[in-house]
């Protein structure tokens, strides 16, 4: 009889320490950063430069950037103040080794204890690294670099308070563990807040609702609300500035600060996760987990009635409390989705890999041919990681090696990635002359977030703005979108013709901005007298125009998140 293999730990936190590598090197290669992060980044500018954006909606005298949270921000400050500005692009791209490994070795603790196979494990943890969309903004899995957030630092501590949970079954232990749930919530509080609901629905599925596990959920609840509570102790009193008096509307305020998708809802998440490949990664989870819950074999599940409570309570935390909070009206003047219940519908993930793995697992010894299950599960990986984002970056270095320099039409996706590249790097040349040649006073119209932080000038309006607005002065938000449309028929017009020069200094004039970015499209040849600020070196042009306002030095600006005068 052969012995039963033994466990290679050793080699498997090679293997993370490995793909952490990786991970962090195909981070450096990409080019851009998500809304969030260049929100962040500019918070962080912001608060290392007190002159910079003083007429800026959400970086001005308001303070909305306030709004982001105070850890991270640290994080990104002191990162500035070490370093100088410098790019802060790298800044995410540094955290993302960390906390794949951090992230990678929790999944594989958690599947190797529920399966006791160390191959098992580590194919189950890679792959749970993929990222799968649930919604625009609402994602499971991380790797690369527009992932880091603090929602996603937060995810990558989930296995292991999971593991805690199952593994620790006292109550003082499960105490514990929530207040460690907790102090998560000082890096993201819509995700601790998501799994301490959801732990308190396992601890009283796993103790039949008996009175005393009622009463553990509970003192749970406590400990986790008492050790987030710094965090939310700064949330509410930056709420207290803007929202309604009462403890209910500050903790509104305090959930959505941290809440991503602002206006997802349940229907727009079922519709994104069908799309492709979301929909494959989620049938492939689905189908053994199912198989697995109802017993097709002969063999036990371990833990299956705490991994079903878990599923069970993702719903109740992500459909059922999101609907009932929609039904009453409570979120008030927020839609209930940005409180961020939803989100918690990507937690239902982590079972559902922990579960597909354990189904392997029984195939395995049912079948006696783990060669060919190992052969068929790195086979299955490879297809896996075919299309995911995290790897991304190596996909397209390989389609632009082949495709790139080719003279004939290219596929609209290698040439969209071209084009984008090119706008970026003039978009770059543009806010490096911005920043030489105008005051940090200046004001500049751009639908680019990115123009904000790479210029350091304050912006007249730009659609990842919505967010601070919308949450912490609902009040202005009428008059910001309405800030938002002006810039947009000003630098795109309804009718599909060209910018015209008089209406770009009407609306520079009314809107106290310098210098305008408009799309070279737009652009005529009939147009080009005027204020456009030509470079010699022809480093900008192509895809983007600078246009100087007139005499927009002489007029005061319009007060950030004021309505523009007629």
Not at 153 to 175: H, I, N, Q, R, Y
Not at 422 to 428: Q, T, V, Y
Request: charged share 15%; aromatic share 10%.
């Amino acid at each position: 009889m052969r012995p039963p293999p033994r466990p290679r730990h050793l080699v498997a936190v090679l293997v993370f320490a490995g793909v952490a590598a990786i991970g962090g090197l195909l981070a450096f290669g990409e080019t851009r950063l998500d809304d969030r992060q260049v929100a962040m980044a500019t918070g962080a500018v912001r608060a290392v430069h007190e002159d910079y954006y003083p007429h800026d909606v959400v970086y001005g005298s308001d303070a909305l950037w306030k709004l982001d949270n105070p850890i991270w921000r640290w994080y990104l400050r002191e990162t500035f103040r070490a370093t100088g500005r410098g790019e802060a692009a790298w800044v995410f791209a540094v955290a993302v080794g960390p906390l794949v490994f951090v992230f990678g070795l929790g999944m594989y603790a958690l599947v190797w204890r529920q399966c006791r196979s160390w191959s098992l494990a580590v194919y189950a943890a890679l792959m749970a690294m993929v990222v799968i969309h649930l919604a625009d903004d609402v994602h499971w899995g991380l790797g690369p670099r527009w992932t880091v957030t603090p929602a996603t630092v937060a995810l990558a501590a989930v296995p292991w308070a999971v593991l805690g949970l199952l593994t620790f079954g006292g109550d003082a232990a499960v105490l514990w563990v929530f207040l460690g749930v907790g102090l998560l919530g000082n890096i993201h509080l819509v995700t601790a807040t998501n799994l301490a609901l959801v732990f308190a629905i396992v601890v009283v599925g796993r103790g039949r609702a008996s009175p005393r596990s009622w009463m553990l959920a509970a003192a749970g609840l406590l400990c986790a609300a008492g050790a987030a509570s710094p965090v939310f102790r700064y949330q509410t009193v930056q709420a207290a500035a803007f929202s309604g008096a009462g403890p209910w509307s500050h903790w509104r305020v305090a959930l959505a600060a941290e809440s991503d998708p602002i206006g997802q809802n349940l229907g727009a998440m079922v519709s994104r996760a069908l799309e492709f490949p979301s929909m494959g990664y989620l049938l492939a989870l689905w189908l053994p987990a199912v198989a697995v819950t109802v017993r097709c074999e002969r063999y036990r599940v371990r833990d299956l009635g705490a991994w079903l409570w878990m599923l069970l309570g993702v719903f109740i935390v992500g459909g059922v409390l999101h609907g009932l909070i929609a039904w009453s009206g409570a979120s008030g003047d927020l839609s209930a989705a940005a409180l961020g219940f939803p989100q918690a519908l990507r937690l239902s993930l982590l079972p559902l890999f922990v579960l597909a793995a354990q189904a392997v697992s029984h195939l395995t010894r049912s079948w006696g041919a783990g060669r060919v299950v190992r052969t068929g599960l790195t086979v299955l990986m490879i297809l896996w990681l075919l299309p995911a984002d995290n790897v991304a970056v190596a996909r397209h270095a390989v389609q632009d090696c082949f495709v790139g320099g080719r003279d004939d039409e290219k596929p609209p996706a290698v040439q969209h990635r071209i084009e984008r590249r090119a706008r970026d790097r003039e978009l770059r040349a543009i806010c490096r002359w911005l920043r030489r040649n105008t005051p940090t006073s200046a004001v500049i119209a751009c639908e680019d977030p990115h123009a904000r932080l790479w210029a350091a000038r304050s912006l007249v309006a730009c659609q990842a703005d919505r967010h601070y607005v919308q949450v912490r002065t609902p009040d202005r938000l009428e008059a910001w979108a309405a800030r938002l449309q002006d810039q947009r028929e000003a630098l795109s017009p309804r009718t599909g013709g060209a910018v015209e020069p008089a209406a770009l200094d009407r609306f520079g004039l009314q809107y106290g901005a310098a210098y305008i970015v408009v799309d070279a499209a737009s652009v005529s040849a009939a147009s080009m007298s005027g204020g456009w600020v030509k470079d010699p070196s022809g480093r900008w042009g192509a895809y983007l125009r600078l246009y100087r306002v007139g005499t927009v030095e002489t007029a005061p600006p319009v007060a950030a998140g004021a309505p523009a005068q007629p």
